[in-house]
DNA sequence: ATAAATTTTTAGGCAAATCTAAAAATGAAT
DNA sequence: ATTCATTTTTAGATTTGCCTAAAAATTTAT
């Protein structure tokens, strides 16, 4: 199946919006993540029904069909794939890769993608600490544990960041916060659950909204 | 300049037919070049002429002006660092890197191009012997000396490929001839031109349509 | 110098992806 | 159960990149 980058954008939007449960997808939700309007959308719907990549009826919402869901999942290796290699092997910022990733996710080579993943050592999570699917599309697992939910005393092992903004991702790294440092839970400002934390040795306040923004591990 | 992918080709299309000498252009070549059609050419020729990128004469022909050389060179040295990444990092053939690099060379990130230039070691020269121009558009020099050209005697290095076919490189490959390697000459058949050469201790004996496709240096 | 062949452009269309404005369906509120 | 607001679809255009067929210009051959 030869998609068109219009198409893999639209099925990568499905997928991220509908979630892990598969909900059913609003036209609007998906006009506003790819920031077009609902007229567009409706048109592509009908277009990717046709080609069996979704199920969609009008008025109703629209869901991945198997084809589509393996297609977008591909797309998504490909892109954390690349996000990897800028910063493991290009030394680019973890705040700067999405938007190129975003073109490169589109290169069609299955060798490259596969040759690509070897030569970065086949890693199971990207710059962000989110999963990166298999050749089979297999994720690896991850905790969707938030240091907001950790409890005074815990020690921790950061994993990676739910928000992936720029902004959320600038403010973390000039914490100096990086994937896989470890943390202790000091303290929890009643207030307004702001979190007192030892890392590397000095101590940083963290407000409840930063933290329900950084996925962690216990031990 | 915000250019569309079937313009850079275009651009880099009229860049190679013109060549050094930077001659007029014509319409058929370009649609043949790119496999379309002469009067798609020509609406493409009128939108660049448009933004100022190509001198366009209707019936004349066309020929990149300043700015629409300077983004081919641009495009060019993508194609040619991405196809030095794929062999040099990712160990493809060199027969195989074009196609993909014909992909990758549209991705739009000069941070990215340097990044990759400098991993690479800001390589003077692709996998198949040809100049990758600089961050300014400058190319490195390089003799255009073919190995029909040499005489009985001579002791050359071998520089690159003229054709870059993938026949010819799966059967230079096959010869088991590589960049950078020696090649002495040992005969030339007055009957046909081709060539007796001694190559890494054994002896080869090449057409004269080959010998006209390496590119060679003197000792 | 004409005629024939070739090249190039023009005319008219089509598909993909987008838009705006209007109509229709759905859902919420009285 | 109507009415009102929101969501979604339909209708009608636009832009880009491509096509075929016909016309026009240029080049080549007689
Ligand atoms: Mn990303
Ligand atoms: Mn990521
Ligand atoms: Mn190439
Ligand atoms: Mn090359």
Redesign the interface.
């Known amino acids: 199946m030869q998609l068109s980058l219009a198409e893999e954008n639209y099925l990568k939007a499905i997928y991220f919006i509908s979630g892990p449960e598969r909900n059913l997808v609003n036209t609007n939700a998906v006009a506003e993540r790819l920031d077009t309007k609902a007229a567009t959308v409706t048109d592509m719907l009908r277009k990717l029904k046709k080609k069996g990549l979704v199920s969609y009826e009008p008025y109703k919402g629209v869901r991945l069909a198997e084809t589509g869901e393996k297609l977008a999942i591909g797309i998504l290796r490909k892109h954390r794939l690349w996000e990897t290699f800028?910063v493991e092997?290009?030394?680019?910022g973890w705040e700067?890769v999405h938007?190129?990733a975003e073109?490169?996710e589109?290169?069609?080579?299955s060798?490259?993608t596969e040759?690509?993943a070897n030569?970065l050592g086949n890693p199971q999570f990207d710059p962000h600490g989110d999963p990166i699917p298999n050749k089979e599309g297999v994720f690896p697992r991850r905790e969707n544990l938030t240091l907001d939910k950790a409890e005074v005393g815990d020690f921790l092992l950061v994993k990676g960041v739910k928000d992936s903004s720029v902004d959320f991702l600038n403010y973390v790294a000039k914490l100096g916060i990086r994937l896989g440092d470890s943390i202790e839970v000091m303290g929890v400002e009643s207030f307004d659950q702001s979190m007192k934390l030892k890392h590397e040795g000095s101590v940083l306040h963290l407000s409840a909204m930063a933290c329900a923004n950084i996925y962690i591990s216990r031990g």
């Not at 092997?89 to 680019?92: W, Y």
């Not at 589109?106 to 080579?109: A, G, L, P």
């Open positions: 800028l092997k290009l030394s680019f700067e938007e190129i073109q490169l589109h290169v069609r080579s060798k490259l040759r690509l030569f």
